[in-house]
């Protein structure tokens, strides 16, 4: 799943799935040195892992089937089918909480997706946000062309989105007030669906803004 809690069209179906978890966009180490985002499966089971090795932590006593109970009974209902995500999103806080005998903080509301920018935070802008069909016989294919501007710019995303599932991303790094540029999104399927397209810009300081567009438009 995504960030924004969209379910990855690369994810793990079918009765064996117990526990869901981050795998879109995720930063990781890369070889070569340096750090780069990833997307896959293998990105979503280390935070299932470091939460079971948490809770393991907290209490050294459990055995690995309580441990194991533990990431089950504390995993947060996302409202998809059971074959999609099991017992839930792993949730490290509860589950942590549940192996030491403590209570949680109350978690923060959740974050507006697209958010209204902040002038004195941010003066993040999307100043051009374009839609073209890129397609060919094989691929459902959009460009998305974008002009952002703003302090300390650090990066610009696209997400290809079909009935709330996240099926492509392309993300640049970039740098300075102002960055135009392109990504190219694509699905094998869905020639004849319509997508949500959203962009997202964002700054040094993790502040972010977005927008979304429908393609093709209504």
Do not use: C
Not at 135 to 158: D, M, Y
């Amino acid at each position: 799943m995504s960030i924004l809690r969209f379910w990855a069209s690369f994810s793990s179906t079918g009765p064996d799935v117990e526990l869901i978890a981050p795998g879109v966009s995720i930063l990781s180490t890369i070889p070569g040195g340096g750090y780069g985002t990833k997307n896959g499966t293998s990105m979503a089971s280390p935070h299932v892992a470091g939460i079971a090795a948490l809770v393991w932590a907290a209490n050294t006593g459990l055995s690995n089937y309580e441990v194991r109970t533990i990431l089950q009974n504390n995993a947060e209902d996302l409202g998809l089918s059971s074959n999609h995500q099991g017992f839930g999103l792993a949730r490290a806080d509860l589950a942590v909480a549940a192996a030491s005998g403590t209570t949680p903080e109350e978690p923060e509301p959740e974050p507006d997706p697209n958010p209204e920018p902040d002038p004195e935070e941010s003066n993040l802008e999307i100043v051009n946000f374009e839609l073209s069909d890129a397609g060919n016989p094989s691929w459902f294919r959009v460009n998305v062309q974008w002009t952002v501007s703003g302090a300390s710019l650090q990066s610009v995303k696209s997400e290809l989105i079909l009935g709330g599932t996240l099926v492509d991303s392309a993300t640049s790094s970039i740098s300075g007030d102002s960055a135009s540029g392109e990504h190219l999104l694509r699905n094998r399927d869905g020639h004849d669906e319509t997508y949500e397209v959203t962009l997202t810009v964002i700054d040094s300081a993790g502040v972010s803004y977005s927008q979304t567009k429908s393609f093709p438009s209504d």
